[in-house]
């Protein structure tokens, strides 16, 4: 296996449904301050403006948004991209990842649920979680139910180490055993969320069954630390 590909690259994803759902857990804590903010707003302003022009993956997509500095709390609830409004976030506080996880897990759950109730249904979720550093609140509970539903098959979950002070060994135990964490250069966000969107544009896209193939993370990547 190439080591600038995550390990889901070939996954099977079945995607014969009509949502296909992603939630952001976003660290903006105080120790993102400077350059790392800047660069996260950057790229994730470029990344939303990228997928409200693709008609396909707007409609199909819906975006939930969790940020963790000082508190956790849901930024943006699950919606297509051109329903979500324009934010920029400013670094504060600490880093309560395990309040983070388990917001995101708990709108996940409720929004597959409220889709099934309407009669539709979704593809596999995905949960993307960015840190700096390590979580400053209890995290083990929260980390172990992500790894579950993982084994169930109810999420596909990427760990993206923030800079070269993120603690990937912790990072790595919230994450499965076969998707280890990467780590992204600090002012890098441009790249990381391009590839986000490249990855997104894929699954929303996707045939029933088919093999999904997510872009390298070598773009974004750090192997400096």
């Known amino acids: 296996m190439s080591k600038d590909t995550?390990?889901?690259?070939?996954?099977?994803?079945?995607?014969?449904?009509?949502?296909?759902?992603?939630?952001?857990?976003?660290?903006?804590s105080e120790s993102m301050t400077g350059a790392p903010m800047d660069s996260l707003?950057?790229?994730?302003?470029?990344?939303?403006?990228?997928?409200?022009?693709?008609?396909?993956?707007?409609?199909?997509?819906?975006?939930?948004?969790?940020?963790?500095?000082?508190?956790?709390?849901?930024?943006?609830?699950?919606?297509?991209?051109?329903?979500?409004?324009?934010?920029?976030?400013?670094?504060?506080g600490d880093t309560p990842l395990g309040s983070g996880l388990e917001?995101?897990?708990?709108?996940?759950?409720?929004e597959v649920a409220a889709i099934r109730a309407r009669g539709g249904s979704c593809t596999k979720p995905w949960l993307v979680v960015?840190?700096?550093?390590?979580?400053?609140?209890?995290w083990e509970a929260a980390a172990a139910r992500a790894r579950e539903m993982v084994n169930k098959g109810d999420l596909h979950l990427f760990v993206i180490g923030v800079g070269v002070n993120a603690?990937?060994?912790?990072?790595?135990?919230?994450?499965?055993?076969s998707l280890p964490p990467k780590r992204l250069d600090a002012v890098n966000y441009q790249e990381f969320f391009k590839w986000l969107k490249d990855s997104l544009h894929g699954a929303s896209r996707s045939k029933p069954g088919q093999q999904l193939k997510l872009p390298p993370t070598s773009a974004w990547e750090s192997i400096t630390a």
Do not use: W
């Not at 960015?130 to 209890?138: E, F, I, N, V």
């Open 6 to 28: 995550f390990p889901h690259d070939n996954m099977p994803i079945a995607n014969n449904e009509e949502v296909a759902l992603c939630a952001l857990i976003m660290d903006k």
């Open 41 to 92: 707003n950057q790229g994730f302003a470029s990344m939303m403006a990228a997928l409200r022009d693709d008609p396909v993956v707007s409609a199909r997509l819906k975006l939930g948004i969790v940020t963790v500095g000082g508190t956790a709390s849901i930024a943006q609830a699950f919606a297509h991209p051109d329903q979500l409004s324009p934010t920029t976030y400013t670094a504060e």
């Open 103 to 110: 917001l995101a897990m708990n709108m996940i759950t409720a």
């Open 130 to 138: 960015q840190s700096d550093g390590a979580p400053t609140d209890r």
């Open 167 to 177: 603690d990937m060994n912790v990072l790595g135990q919230i994450t499965h055993p």
